[in-house]
């Protein structure tokens, strides 16, 4: 992935819109971007991240064609994080370029990309759902991790009811260690697998009651479907978090 280029073109994209584009850190020649906008009266905050897993690269391209789509519109006040590893997705490695899981740093926090991430996430007011794009190579159909602590319904079955139509659910009833809750969905506790290893996921779970969803592509497949699946799973969870209400 040519980080550069897609940071400038996501940039662009991002200020054609009418939204903010700014920076929380650089690492090395790489800036981590975040964009910001929406409607700034709303009560409602949605955070969208991507990219936090450098062999993941269909979950960036996602956000990249929903920025095209004009999907961040004035339905809410948006904060999303496009490529939380930078250094990960130029050389196309899980890890950054000291060899650590980013997402698994939010506990101890040794890597300067999850420090500086907490730092402007603990500056920003809290939002009411929290969307992660991520991939599975070990997988041949979509599913998703969800974790509710909010007073909200569930959104996970609605969301897997339309990524259907374009990619089917994983079928297995095991996966990455986790007994699935029906087809493709997980509902996870708000603790992490590893006491010492936090995702992010569990971090912003932690930090304030919230409805988190992980969406997992299988790597294997195509880009271009991943892709479209990503931006389907975004669409929907949004779609159903605003019609649900409190």
């Known amino acids: 992935m040519d980080v550069t280029q897609l940071y400038h073109a996501m940039r662009a994209a991002a200020r054609q819109r009418g939204l903010r584009w700014e920076t929380y850190g650089q690492i090395g020649a790489y800036a981590l971007p975040v964009f910001s906008g929406g409607d700034a009266d709303s009560d409602t905050r949605i955070y969208l991240s991507a990219g936090i897993h450098?062999?993941?690269?269909?979950g960036v391209y996602a956000v990249q064609q929903l920025l095209a789509d004009g999907f961040f519109d004035r339905r809410a006040r948006w904060?999303?994080?496009?490529?939380?590893?930078?250094?990960?997705?130029?050389?196309?490695?899980?890890?950054?370029?000291?060899?650590?899981?980013?997402?698994?740093?939010y506990r101890v926090r040794r890597?300067?990309?999850?420090?500086?991430?907490?730092?402007?996430?603990?500056?920003?007011?809290?939002?009411?759902?929290?969307?992660?794009?991520?991939?599975?190579?070990?997988?041949?159909?979509?599913?998703?991790?969800?974790?509710?602590?909010?007073?909200?319904?569930?959104?996970?079955?609605?969301?897997?009811?339309?990524?259907?139509?374009?990619?089917?659910?994983?079928?297995?009833?095991?996966?990455d260690g986790h007994q699935v809750t029906a087809p493709g969905y997980i509902l996870h506790p708000p603790e992490a697998d590893e006491p010492c290893n936090w995702p992010e996921?569990?971090?912003?779970?932690?930090?304030?009651?919230?409805?988190?969803?992980?969406?997992?592509?299988?790597?294997?497949?195509?880009?271009?479907?991943?892709?479209?699946?990503?931006?389907?799973?975004?669409?929907?969870?949004?779609?159903?978090f605003l019609a649900g209400g409190v």
């Open 111 to 175: 890597s300067a990309e999850v420090i500086a991430h907490c730092a402007w996430l603990a500056a920003r007011p809290p939002c009411q759902l929290a969307l992660s794009l991520h991939e599975d190579w070990e997988t041949g159909g979509f599913y998703l991790y969800e974790i509710n602590t909010s007073a909200r319904p569930c959104i996970g079955p609605a969301v897997l009811a339309k990524t259907g139509a374009v990619m089917p659910a994983e079928t297995r009833g095991v996966l």
């Open 201 to 240: 996921a569990i971090h912003l779970t932690k930090a304030q009651p919230l409805l988190s969803c992980t969406f997992e592509t299988p790597s294997r497949l195509p880009l271009p479907l991943r892709v479209q699946t990503h931006v389907v799973a975004a669409r929907a969870a949004v779609d159903e």
């Open 79 to 105: 904060l999303v994080c496009p490529m939380l590893n930078p250094t990960g997705l130029a050389n196309g490695i899980r890890e950054n370029s000291q060899g650590l899981d980013l997402n698994r740093d």
């Open 54 to 58: 450098g062999d993941e690269p269909a």
